[in-house]
């Protein structure tokens, strides 16, 4: 590891003037991600400034009655909520198929936005990574890529996002608080983050001195119809190849309203108009399910090694679906 | 924290395993809540409470789960063992566990590389079996 500074400080307004005059600095909170990328050489930051001191790490409801999460909240604190549990059981599930229980009571809602891609050539310093060095090139696209993106990539990067707890936030349309030296802005959970497109090197779009203070969920949890479906190469503990997200609004048999995001398959949790339009309305049948998930793989395109995934994301969105119906299968 | 614990402190007893947070063989408890401490600056943590394994005894007495590790042979070449026994001691507090297959889901985060999985999780079940006897 790299030498570094340490600093730490009392409030938000301190820890903006840091990053303003030391664009070089970071913050760091449960620090499971930042660290790890540190040891790797990966992220060189000159100075940590330690955040966990701000007073954001408390969970209350809003008055629009929806729930406001501190960006300090644990993930543990957060999946392990009597009002989450309750109210938001999508994200609970989310969050508890993420990670391991020693890595969940230390990362915190900020930092599992700010995760980075677990792409093993972004991790290898001796290989190519636009993500690492923009304009050096992709190891992935025609490396081993069984775990990297199907749809929305580019030519420059093909890495997914790694997190559980984003897939969730975005079908239950939460939005990200952020505070800058100019103020506090909103930034919906579906802008937070980004395509690779042609500057992979850019995952979120937070802007370099601001900080994320808090995630807002609206007052709809869909706590009757929910199911956080994760696939992976073990039962526990691992990444997603794919995951989904899906929470209905049911009437008898008949969809009043449908969300379906998937984790897994692109550089930011993916989420379509179109295939939640096609159930809106309709009834909760394998046949429309199965139509549903054919539009939201549109334009999928594997690398090789990931070719399986388009096949199984169509699979784990019908029974994702199916599940949250609570059909017979 | 765990080249804290290691290097300065001497207090070897937590392993390192992988040093990046996938093995779980240095957890350690912190107020109570087990972490890695690979990926834990002790800075960081001024003012707080470190359990190691070396803090579970009591004197010469096992810590319950200690005895139930003995008596399981719940471990062979027990490398992953005290990071094993600290993560067990924050899933009994966290209060989750309603059947065997949530001790698996919960430990996921320390692996046995020699696969005493099985002796683990008997172990862990029992302790949580004469806690809840001890309790009626």
Request: with cysteine.
């Amino acid at each position: 590891m790299n030498t570094f500074s340490y600093t730490r400080v009392p409030d938000v307004a301190s820890a903006l003037r840091v990053i303003a005059v030391e664009p070089t600095a970071k913050f760091i909170a449960g620090g499971t991600n930042l660290v790890d990328l540190m040891k790797e050489n990966v992220e060189r930051p000159t100075r940590l400034v330690d955040i966990t001191h701000l007073p954001l790490a408390e969970i209350q409801t809003t008055t629009e009655g929806g729930l406001r999460i501190g960006a300090l909240v644990t993930n543990a604190d957060v999946a392990y909520n009597e009002l989450v549990e309750r109210r938001y059981p999508l994200l609970s599930q989310a969050i508890l198929r993420g990670a391991s229980a020693q890595l969940r009571n230390m990362a915190s809602v900020g930092g599992n936005l700010m995760q980075r891609t677990r792409c093993s050539y972004f991790y290898d310093t001796s290989t190519p990574c636009n993500k690492r060095n923009r304009g050096a090139g992709c190891s992935a696209i025609e490396g081993f890529n069984r775990y990297h993106a199907i749809l929305g990539t580019s030519d420059d990067c093909i890495a997914t996002n790694p997190s559980d707890m984003c897939v969730a936030l975005l079908a239950l349309d939460a939005v990200v608080r952020v505070t800058g030296l100019d103020g506090e802005r909103q930034i919906t959970i579906a802008d937070f983050h980004r395509l690779a497109g042609d500057t992979p090197n850019i995952d979120t779009n937070l802007k370099p001195d601001e900080m994320i203070t808090a995630v807002d969920l609206p007052s709809r949890g869909f706590t009757e119809h929910y199911e956080y479906l994760k696939i992976r190469d073990r039962t526990s503990y691992a990444f997603a190849l794919v995951s989904v997200a899906a929470a209905l609004e049911m009437n008898g048999n008949k969809i009043s309203e449908a969300r379906v995001a998937m984790g897994g398959v692109a550089h930011k949790p993916w989420r379509q108009k179109e295939p939640e339009a096609l159930l809106n309305g309709r009834a909760a049948t394998p046949d429309n399910f199965q139509k549903a998930a054919e539009a939201m793989l549109r334009g999928a395109k594997g690398f090789g090694h990931n070719d399986f995934k388009i096949a199984l994301a169509k699979r784990a969105v019908v029974r994702a679906l199916t599940q949250a119906a609570k059909l017979e299968r | 924290l765990l080249d804290a614990l290691r290097e300065y402190l001497d207090l070897t007893g937590t392993k390192k395993g992988c040093d990046h947070g996938q093995c779980g063989a240095c957890t350690v408890l912190l107020d109570g809540k087990r972490i890695n401490s690979c990926l834990t600056l002790a800075i960081m943590k001024d003012g707080g409470e470190v359990t190691t394994i070396e803090g579970l005894s009591d004197g010469d007495g096992l810590h319950p789960l200690q005895q139930a590790f003995v008596d399981h042979d719940a471990f062979q070449c027990g490398y992953c063992t005290p990071g094993q026994i600290c993560s067990a001691v924050g899933l009994l507090s966290e209060g989750r566990v309603k059947g065997s297959d949530d001790i698996r889901e919960l430990m996921s985060g320390n692996i046995c590389r020699c696969g005493a999985y099985l002796n683990i999780v008997a172990a862990i079940e029992e302790v949580i079996a004469n806690k809840r006897e001890a309790k009626r």
